[in-house]
């Protein structure tokens, strides 16, 4: 045990302690590494370009940033894909395709995670877009067989109103029958799923 006159020169030395840590400025928070500054400086670049539609600029800074190793380009994967539709179109697909490739989609993931799941709708509608319709249903085909595409309510849309599309466009009454049966069977998938609020609202539309 300590002496009576021990405390108090202990107590006497906290008390002091304190008194000098309150006369004390706070330190200054360490300045941010000219990697971050760089950083920064380059988003903040890349977004008030988008805000002129001064592409060719943003797309400069948004190269320079994937070239960042602390840069995820997952969280920047829609600019990209924005900055490639405006200047080089005919490059936006395989770019959508090296990102499903790299950031592949692993079932039981969180729904929020950014893969191949959030990339390929993407690709989907690029492939309409640029009125690739057999290779988007292939594309599709392919995909909804696996998990957690066949889990993606609007891939079912997209195939159905793609066989639509193709059915309107066939001469052979076969194929246009046949074309016609792949709308109805992923509408009524899509209905299963409860994409629609209002029940048969899609397979009514081909009767």
């Not at 400025?25 to 380059?42: D, G, M, Y």
């Not at 969180?110 to 690709?123: C, E, M, Q, V």
Request: hydrophobic fraction near 40%; include cysteine.
């Amino acid at each position: 045990m300590f002496s009576p006159v021990t405390k108090r020169k202990v107590q006497t030395g906290f008390k002091r302690l304190e008194s000098v840590q309150k006369e004390l400025p706070a330190l200054p928070a360490p300045p941010k590494s000219l990697r971050l500054q760089h950083i920064e400086n380059l988003r903040t670049l890349l977004h008030l370009c988008l805000l002129r539609a001064d592409y060719p600029r943003a797309f400069r800074a948004f190269s320079l940033l994937l070239r960042c190793r602390s840069v995820d380009i997952r969280l920047l994967w829609k600019i990209g894909l924005e900055l490639l539709n405006e200047l080089e179109p005919s490059k936006a697909r395989e770019y959508l395709q090296r990102l499903i490739a790299r950031f592949p989609a692993i079932p039981g993931r969180h729904k929020t995670s950014i893969d191949a799941h959030s990339f390929f709708p993407a690709l989907v509608l690029l492939q309409i877009k640029m009125g690739e319709y057999g290779q988007a249903i292939s594309s599709l085909d392919e995909y909804l067989l696996s998990a957690p595409f066949n889990e993606n309510q609007p891939l079912y849309v997209y195939s159905a109103m793609l066989s639509l599309e193709m059915a309107n466009r066939e001469e052979n009454h076969y194929e246009r029958g046949r074309w016609l049966e792949k709308a109805r069977q992923q509408f009524a998938k899509a209905d299963e799923m409860r994409l629609l609020e209002t029940p048969n609202a899609f397979t009514d539309m081909i009767g």
